[in-house]
């Protein structure tokens, strides 16, 4: 059974890229455009792994972190130009990638979240 990936970023060709990258590496992938389609698409789907940007329309990143904590907490990579490590950690992402990124870096830091999370870092 494979693992499932919710990539959630406002950048279509982002989101196109991060699916194909990932569905490549046998991963089921799912994508939503913006925070709240992205809590919808976590509590619907239940993903293994979540790749989160952090500036987006309607909700950003910072907010999904903030709410998605009550259901079933998957673990959450953030993919943002605009990262904060610290932060990031302390409201319950694994690992951060900031952009723009190198793929085979980008697969390595989601295989060791979904292996073992506090390793991701």
């Not at 490549?24 to 919808?40: C, I, K, M, T, W």
């Not at 709410?67 to 959450?76: C, E, L």
């Not at 950690?89 to 980008?106: D, I, L």
Request: net charge negative.
């Amino acid at each position: 059974m494979s693992k499932r990936v919710l990539v959630v970023d406002d950048e279509e060709d982002v989101r196109t890229f991060v699916r194909l990258v990932l569905e490549s590496e046998g991963y089921e992938v799912q994508s939503a455009a913006d925070g709240a389609e992205g809590l919808r698409a976590i509590a619907e789907g239940r993903p293994d792994l979540v790749i989160l940007d952090l500036m987006m329309p309607v909700m950003d990143g910072w907010q999904v972190l903030e709410q998605v904590g009550g259901q079933h907490p998957p673990f959450i990579v953030i993919l943002s130009a605009a990262a904060n490590p610290e932060r990031a950690f302390a409201a319950g992402a694994v690992a951060t990638v900031s952009k723009p990124f190198k793929m085979r870096e980008f697969l390595d830091v989601c295989r060791r979240a979904l292996e073992s999370p506090t390793s991701a870092r």
